[in-house]
């Protein structure tokens, strides 16, 4: 009989829970499950490859469906760092040549940035009238087409409304999962652009994965300053 490989467990803290929970690195089989996944290009096929790996990973404690965009993409980034290795290399656009340089950078300093006005999720869109911002999940993000570039107006404000937690007055308070098919649409059709874009700018605000970044051109040997955003950046 073969022997078995001991797989180590770590732990980790999710950024917007707090919640401390324990993984193990990913295995051969769910790697090539990814890389496949990651050669079709295929933003759905890659998302669901993700999440099944998480869920595997975290020994089926977490459903990555309830976790933020956030909150996956650092996890994500924490199974990486422990599967293969801290650091990831990458290549570099010069703002001046737009060539492209090598060079590495270590996954496990990546941590998501919270801006200090995030904290307070109420929104006054009147005197008397405001809501309450949530984080949205995964599954309320799956739900919108956001690779659909033919209708972008709808893409926003599905968007919002998956992002708006309560409706708020003088006389009560309304939680958004709990009023009627196509309330919620007629409450943000009626704000004009400066309540809108109030939310707008909060949504914004997200807490995001992002590292600021240094480098010399290696053909013109420009000092370039960037800021690396999102999951992509990181492999890229």
Known sequence: ?????????????????????EFRPYLVKEEKILMIASESKDEK???????DMIRACT???INPDDLTVFDLEYLFLKLRAKSVGESSKIKLKCEACASFTDSSINLDEIEPVIDPAFVNNRIMLTDDIGVTIKLVSVRALSRIDLADKSNSVNRVMELLAASIETVFDKTGVYAADTLQKGELGTFIDSMNRQQLGKIEEYIKLLPKLEKAIEFKCSKCEKEN?????????FFT
Do not use: C, H, N, Y
Not at 45 to 51: D, S, Y
Not at 228 to 233: C, F, K, V
């Open 59 to 61: 020994f089926d404690k």
């Open 45 to 51: 096929q890659i998302l669901k490859a993700i999440k």
């Open 1 to 21: 009989m073969l022997p078995t490989i001991e797989i180590p467990r770590f732990e980790t803290v999710l950024p917007s829970t707090k919640k401390k929970i």
């Open 225 to 233: 300053s960037i800021i690396l955003s999102g999951l992509q950046s």
